[in-house]
């Protein structure tokens, strides 16, 4: 199964920060706004740090198998000890908090890219859950 193949663990991470490096310059963001997917501390990040879990991890830690969505994928991989303690939920919460301003944004057919004092604290979640998979 793909979940569970064995894998170079440098190499996947190597490949999954250039990707969101791909994705940012793909999707630039106005100068001081935050863009609730793309920017830094946004949801991409913590798509990404979750998939970097699964794909590194599910072959020891199965309960990452089951495609159960990124809130609940980082609250089990905090809860397997492959976060620090607070981490993955503080991360999820932010996810799940970015994900909802992100669909009144679109149900309104506004920008996703807003003021970025108001979600400071979500965004600095997922700069440690950024961290604390890739750095």
Do not use: C
Request: cysteine-free; overall charge negative; hydrophobic content about 45%.
């Amino acid at each position: 199964a793909v979940l569970t193949a064995p894998r170079d663990h440098a190499a996947l991470r190597a490949e999954i920060v250039a990707m969101r490096d791909r994705m940012q310059a793909a999707n630039p963001v106005r100068a001081g706004l935050f863009d609730l997917k793309h920017s830094p501390g946004g949801m991409v990040e913590a798509e990404f740090a979750t998939q970097y879990l699964v794909l590194a991890h599910t072959r020891e830690h199965p309960e990452l198998e089951p495609n159960l969505g990124n809130i609940a994928l980082l609250q089990r991989a905090e809860t397997a000890g492959l976060l620090p303690a607070g981490v993955g939920h503080a991360a999820a919460d932010a996810y799940r908090h970015l994900r909802h301003l992100q669909h009144l944004a679109r149900l309104d057919e506004q920008s996703t890219q807003i003021e970025p004092g108001p979600v400071a604290g979500q965004r600095a979640a997922i700069q440690r859950l950024w961290q604390a998979v890739f750095e």
